[in-house]
């Protein structure tokens, strides 16, 4: 089916390494992207086309993609990463916009 | 620097239509990308509604199709939003976004903040 599908939530420390997925059947053959949301700001693309981060974005942000499961993966995690995540794609016409159901990462 | 500022009514009677619009600066909606508009209701996960070129070539979310309208004003510069037949269920935060590139579907790599929409009598 044509869902993307996040874990709720992701807790890690600061330092650790956080790793959100997200899954999908039509993921092999679509592009994925990752979006911060943070309250009362504007949303940032934070991984480009499973792999690209684009300009500004730290280097310990990351994307990966395997088959029908995308991975961002956020190394040496600070403060400043508690967010939302939103994995977002296409669906298996290459037409629709998807996106995952979201992920709360907590900094404890 | 691209900015995108959407503006709208905040509250909205049942049965009625909302009419949103998106201020671009920095920016011409003549440009080669897409503009689009995404909402998240109160607690839950970001629905795409739809996305339109320049040339006026729309792609809206099926499940919205039947009650959406989505235009560009070249001359002024603005994105507009049309929602028909509203319920409770459209309330949300309503963002409009840019495409980072000409080629769909593609990532959308500029937000505006949104703008809060609830419908009640």
């Known amino acids: 089916s044509d869902e993307l599908t996040q874990p709720p939530s992701v807790s890690v420390s600061p330092g650790q390494t956080a790793r959100i997925t997200c899954s999908g059947d039509a993921l092999p053959n679509q592009y994925s992207y990752w979006y911060q949301l943070k309250p009362g700001q504007a949303p940032v693309e934070v991984i480009h086309k499973d792999t690209e981060r684009p300009s500004g974005i730290p280097e310990r942000f990351s994307g990966s993609n395997s088959g029908t499961t995308v991975t961002l993966t956020i190394s040496g995690v600070q403060a400043e990463d508690e967010a939302d995540y939103y994995c977002q794609s296409t669906d298996s016409t290459n037409t629709y916009v998807l996106f995952g159901g979201g992920t709360k990462l907590t900094v404890l | 620097q691209v900015q995108l500022q959407e503006s709208g009514p905040g509250l909205v009677k049942p049965s009625e239509t909302l009419s949103l619009i998106c201020s671009v600066s920095?920016?011409?909606?003549?440009?080669?990308?897409?503009w689009g508009w995404i909402r998240q209701p109160p607690g839950k996960g970001l629905e795409w509604i739809g996305s339109?070129?320049?040339?006026?070539?729309?792609y809206y979310n099926p499940s919205l199709k039947s009650r959406v309208t989505i235009s560009v004003d070249t001359s002024k510069i603005q994105l507009s939003l049309k929602v028909n037949s509203l319920t409770a269920a459209d309330t949300a935060l309503y963002y409009c976004?840019?495409?980072?590139?000409?080629?769909?579907?593609?990532?959308?790599?500029?937000w505006g903040r949104g703008t809060l929409v609830t419908v009640s009598s």
């Open positions: 339109i070129f320049r040339s006026g070539t729309t």
């Open positions: 976004a840019r495409t980072y590139s000409s080629v769909w579907p593609d990532g959308f790599d500029v």
């Open positions: 920095g920016d011409s909606i003549r440009s080669g990308y897409y």
